[in-house]
């Protein structure tokens, strides 16, 4: 049976997108229906608070002060005023992106007299923005 094609413009409700990555595209518009387009079973997806927490960190991500951001801090803690220095914006600026990494989980602070030490949280966050920032180089 050949693919459909893409999914229409419709929107798919939740219970639909519980299909692999690859299957996606191959929807058959006004139907839950997969068909037969992949000869694999489609891949379990995690729950979908995990795919909402997944998207909240991307977004978190998703500026380029806070891609430099965190590239700054996959070398080692900083604090505002070297963050400043190295990126070249102002310190309300690099002060407003600091809070949305850090309600998104990305960054931590830990106060150091008067100042506050940011640090990432983990690596696979500095791995998730230096592999986009070399696919955006390739392309």
Request: hydrophobic share 45%; proline share 7%.
């Amino acid at each position: 049976m050949a693919c459909p094609g893409p999914i229409g413009a419709r929107p798919i409700a939740w219970e639909e997108a519980h299909v692999s990555v690859a299957d996606a595209g191959h929807l058959h518009p006004g139907t839950a229906d997969h068909g037969a387009c992949s000869e694999t079973a489609p891949a379990p997806l995690p729950p979908k608070e995990t795919l909402t927490a997944a998207g909240e960190i991307l977004r978190a991500l998703a500026a380029p002060v806070r891609i430099a951001i965190v590239l700054q801090l996959r070398e080692s803690q900083r604090c505002v005023h070297e963050l400043v220095a190295a990126l070249g914006v102002t310190q309300p600026l690099i002060s407003q992106h600091l809070r949305v990494l850090k309600a998104a989980g990305v960054v931590h602070g830990e106060r150091n007299g008067r100042e506050v030490m940011y640090r990432l949280v983990d690596d696979h966050l500095a791995h998730i923005v230096v592999d986009a920032v070399a696919h955006a180089e390739e392309a």
